[in-house]
């Protein structure tokens, strides 16, 4: 069941800043699991910890290679020329 909101946090607290501030703290909240930039205020202004993620690019650009190749190779084994061997030894790539 959905908590319906603000019912264990009935005060508002509100902060003034510039928009470059704003825009800072929001590429912030991005790079974290927090859903809301109210779960983030929380966190950071009662020092708990918040979750940080992080992307490997390297990483990122194998895997898509890795997918590149998988999708050719599907498509190879839709290929009318190949033997029943040939298609068998393309789907344990797969």
């Known amino acids: 069941m959905k908590r319906a909101p603000n019912d264990?946090?009935?005060?508002?607290?509100?902060?003034?800043?510039?928009?470059?501030?704003?825009?800072?703290?929001?590429?912030?909240?991005?790079?974290?699991?927090?859903?809301?930039?109210?779960?983030?205020?929380?966190?950071?202004?009662?020092?708990?910890?918040?979750?940080?993620?992080?992307?490997?690019?390297?990483?990122?650009?194998?895997i898509d290679m890795i997918n590149g190749v998988r999708n050719q190779l599907e498509r190879l084994m839709e290929h009318r020329g190949l033997s029943g061997t040939d298609k068998g030894q393309l789907k344990n790539l797969l």
């Open 8 to 62: 264990d946090r009935p005060v508002i607290m509100s902060i003034h800043c510039s928009k470059v501030e704003y825009d800072k703290i929001s590429e912030l909240i991005k790079g974290t699991t927090c859903r809301s930039l109210s779960e983030y205020a929380r966190k950071t202004m009662l020092h708990q910890p918040v979750a940080v993620t992080f992307r490997n690019a390297s990483l990122d650009a194998m």
